[in-house]
């Protein structure tokens, strides 16, 4: 593999060349366990001004690089962003979580609207405009949206919850299910092309709840959408990588490989590491458990670098199994990403 001379290792990963380092980045690393983040959470009044107010959200997004040797910022926003730029009433309640108006038929699937030029997907496209203007050399900006089953089951559910409702409609394949998945395609093609336009070099599709399908379903509702999802945003943006975050499928990280296409998958904790370094052909994005980053240091940093240790650094980008969690101690984050720097120094030092 021929060394790159490209200034961002994540980008070099995602392309297929050898990185100058190991690509570290954190799924939530702007967000509640920052102290920084939560004066500014507390200034805004509410979560959907911090993440509509472009100035804000710019500088929570900024807020872990000023702290971490991370080389991605990810654009700070929500996976319900589409729904909200659909129609859908959206707000977040404290200690609840989001409660998000709820489609349940055809007739309301209808209702839905395109995302077009509406205000919120257009403060999200200045946010990364803004973030995008003074990101230091070697730093990669990724955009994101939610993966189709994932946000579909919130548009039914009306917010968090076990999803029943959703994984129900799903086994009885109704169709304005299926219509509306399809809405949420397009929506979302047109969303990751407005953000690649506004300045992200990379696209992360996040299909959180995609393992809590069975099997018999997943082809239908998980597989075939990411692809159609991935397809489309390839026929506007073909140079554009695409990280695809199908949280626990398992060995059905394969398939979501065969049928997408995407330059990296992101995997989940569970996941055994070498089962991924030796059954997928691409980049591979996790999977350090982020319950790790509540312990010990030292049990942390070694995980850390035994993950290091299995994947080979031109395949890898060093990331958790999910998102950062609300209580971790923001040292945690410094001291994993010291054992994989660490890690990797003293194997090129021989």
């Keep these: ?86 129609g859908l009433d959206l707000r977040f309640e404290e200690g609840e979580g989001p409660i998000l108006e709820t489609v349940r038929n055809q007739e309301d699937a209808t209702r839905l609207k395109a995302v077009g030029n509406s205000a919120q997907v257009n403060a999200v496209y200045e946010t990364l405009g803004r973030v995008g203007s003074t990101l230091e050399d070697g730093i990669a900006l990724i955009g994101f949206c939610g993966g189709p089953w994932t946000v579909a089951s919130y548009m039914i559910e009306g917010g968090s919850s076990n999803r029943e409702l959703s994984k129900g409609i799903a086994a009885r394949g109704e169709a304005w299910l299926r219509y509306m998945i399809d809405k949420l395609i397009e929506e979302s093609v047109d969303y990751l092309s407005g953000q690649v336009e506004a300045g992200a070099e990379a696209v992360q599709i996040f299909d959180s709840w995609a393992g809590e399908l069975p099997e018999k379903n997943r082809e239908d509702f998980v597989e075939k959408p990411l692809a159609a999802l991935v397809s489309g945003f390839r026929k506007r943006h073909a140079d554009t990588p695409v990280i695809v975050f199908a949280r626990g499928v398992g060995h059905g990280h394969a398939a979501i490989e065969r049928a997408t296409g995407a330059q990296a998958l992101g995997i989940e904790s569970e996941l055994s590491i070498e089962w991924a370094r030796d059954g997928l052909k691409g980049a591979v994005q996790g999977n350090l458990d982020p319950e790790l980053l509540l312990g010990p240091e030292d049990v942390a940093r070694e995980a850390a670098a035994r993950l290091a240790a299995v994947m080979p650094m031109e395949r890898h980008i060093f990331n958790l199994g999910h998102g950062i969690m609300p209580v971790t101690r923001p040292e945690m984050i410094t001291a994993v990403i010291d054992a994989v720097r660490l890690h990797d120094a003293c194997k090129a030092s021989g």
Excluded: N
Aim: glycine share 4%; aromatic share 10%.
């Design 1 to 86: 593999m021929k060394v790159s001379v490209h200034r961002k290792p994540l980008l070099d990963v995602l392309g297929g060349r050898a990185p100058k380092r190991r690509p570290i980045w954190f799924m939530r690393q702007a967000g509640r366990y920052l102290p920084e983040y939560r004066k500014l959470r507390e200034q805004a009044g509410s979560f959907l001004k911090l993440c509509y107010h472009p100035d804000l959200a710019a500088e929570v997004t900024l807020q872990p690089l000023r702290r971490y040797d991370v080389d991605a910022a990810i654009v700070f926003a929500d996976i319900l962003v589409v729904p909200h730029a659909m």
